[in-house]
T-cell receptor, first 113, second 114 residues
Framework: DAKTTQPPSMDCAEGRAANLPCNHS???????VYWYRQIHSQGPQYIIH?????ETNEMASLIITEDRKSSTLILPHATLRDTAVYYC??????????????WGAGTKLIIKP | KAGVTQTPRYLIKTRGQQVTLSCSPI?????VSWYQQTPGQGLQFLFE???????NKGNFPGRFSGRQFSNSRSEMNVSTLELGDSALYLC?????????????FGSGTQLSVL
């Protein structure tokens, strides 16, 4: 079962910051939060990931609450090309050394001109 | 570096046939995972290979199988195709497949079963 909950869709104006929320209230101490996005029928594209500290890279920022039960992905200046389905994923550890991505339904983000 | 390459990009088969999909990971990556994506079920994990060994398998029937070669290239096979196997099949690679390691995805193979 998916370990994350996201709103099914969101709109954002071009040039504004897009803030995508995610709840992961059952996350365990050693499980990472990953964000990917997918443009229709293409492979998912990695955006960012984190454990408990806030993270920033050239694409986005990830804000994780202190209790780790939720996070927010921030696209600082959204463009039309950022229109995609955004997945918040918890990477869980199974036995041995296998770590898999458990995908939820994602948020369809539409950037409007 | 070249990205993850999946072939073919599109495939059309009929029920009862079998199909083999191929995935070439990024050079130096030894972990290859396979995912199935359908409109109804979303993205679901099929299996993962590391150094030619299957490390884990998702909840799919035995008709779905895979293997990994010494150069880390991987193939997955689906036998006795069913209509419900129509999906986008995605391959992802990473260096070791560890928790703190991002996966790189290919563009996928779109399989249609008629």
């Amino acid at each position: 079962d998916a370990k994350t909950t996201q709103p099914p869709s969101m709109d954002c104006a071009e040039g504004r910051a897009a803030n995508l929320p995610c709840n992961h209230s059952t996350i365990s101490g050693n499980e990472y939060v990953y964000w990917y996005r997918q443009i229709h029928s293409q492979g998912p594209q990695y955006i960012i990931h984190g454990l408990k500290n806030n993270e920033t890279n050239e694409m986005a920022s990830l804000i994780i609450t202190e209790d780790r039960k939720s996070s927010t992905l921030i696209l600082p200046h959204a463009t039309l090309r950022d229109t995609a389905v955004y997945y918040c994923i918890v990477r869980v550890a199974f036995e041995d050394s296998n770590y898999q991505l458990i995908w939820g339904a994602g948020t369809k983000l539409i950037i409007k001109p | 570096k070249a990205g993850v390459t999946q072939t073919p990009r599109y495939l059309i088969k009929t029920r009862g046939q079998q199909v083999t999909l191929s995935c070439s990971p990024i050079s130096g990556h030894r972990s290859v995972s396979w995912y199935q994506q359908t409109p109804g079920q979303g993205l679901q994990f099929l299996f993962e290979y590391f150094s030619e060994t299957q490390r884990n398998k998702g909840n799919f029937p035995g008709r779905f199988s895979g293997r990994q070669f010494s150069n880390s290239r991987s193939e997955m096979n689906v036998s006795t195709l069913e209509l419900g196997d129509s999906a986008l099949y995605l391959c992802a690679s990473s260096t070791e497949g560890s928790l703190n390691e991002k996966l790189f995805f290919g563009s996928g193979t779109q399989l249609s079963v008629l």
